[in-house]
């Protein structure tokens, strides 16, 4: 049903240069307001009361048949447009939408010609869930991601699932020392990837971005920095090093 993650949204205000900020952090040219990396895209939607992450849009060649599965697998939706929307409740709060989408759309201009130095693709796209079972049931169960890993670590206090999304990951990450409740999820922070990471790292220092130094990430034979402006207030992390599989 769902073949990749077509493009997030996010909720911030123009005046105070949401586009112009993710132009620097990317390394990339907006057109019409969206900017897009190597697998998926960002829009901005014009808010100046807020900052923040706002929906994730899943592509799917069908919606048709998408619309069908998803009502037998008792996913309440409707469209909206060109968009199938499915219901906060049934997804836990967490605003995920469907497009159909049967071509490959080309990555944004670049801003200069160093392409190492700009952010490729997106890692993988953060949710924080206070039940870890019932985002299974939902990722996994319902909308048919594939479960690539769930894994406890209490050295993180974290139980992180995998959910493997066309060139991408879904992360649904559980705070183990709050325990299981029936609260929301919450759409929560991106992972980019770049070629190389002390390229990066020096282009957005002379940007004026806001960024930790290159450490040693989890994966052996990667490294990550924390980017800390330019981000619309989501939490944000650069991958450069080893590929994810």
Not at 38 to 45: F, K, L, R, T
Not at 75 to 90: C, K, N, Q
Not at 116 to 123: G, H, K, N, P, T
């Amino acid at each position: 049903m769902i073949t990749a993650l077509d493009h997030l949204t996010l909720r911030a205000s123009f005046h105070n240069g949401a586009i112009g900020a993710y132009e620097t952090l990317l390394g990339r040219q907006a057109q019409n307001g969206r900017l897009r990396v190597g697998n998926v895209g960002i829009a901005v939607e014009d808010d100046a009361s807020t900052a923040r992450l706002a929906s994730m849009v899943f592509a799917t060649e069908s919606l048709d048949k998408a619309t069908k599965l998803l009502e037998r697998r008792a996913v309440p939706a409707e469209m909206a447009g060109d968009t199938l929307v499915l219901s906060p409740a049934a997804t836990h709060q967490v605003p995920i939408a469907l497009i159909q989408r049967n071509d490959t759309i080309p990555a944004s201009p670049l801003k200069s010609s160093d392409e190492a130095a700009s952010i490729s693709a997106l890692d993988h796209v953060v949710v924080r869930t206070p039940n870890p079972e019932r985002a299974i049931a939902l990722y996994a169960g319902r909308l048919g991601l594939d479960l690539r890993l769930d894994r406890s670590n209490p050295k993180w206090n974290a139980r992180l699932l995998f959910f493997r999304c066309g060139d991408l990951v879904v992360e649904i990450a559980h705070d183990l020392k709050k325990g299981v409740s029936d609260e929301p999820d919450q759409l929560w922070g991106l992972s980019w990837r770049t070629p190389d990471i002390g390229r990066c790292h020096a282009r957005l220092k002379k940007a004026g971005v806001e960024v930790s130094e290159p450490r040693d990430g989890r994966r052996p034979g990667s490294q990550v920095m924390t980017v800390a402006s330019h981000t619309a207030n989501v939490p944000t992390i650069v991958i450069g090093g080893i590929g994810r599989w």
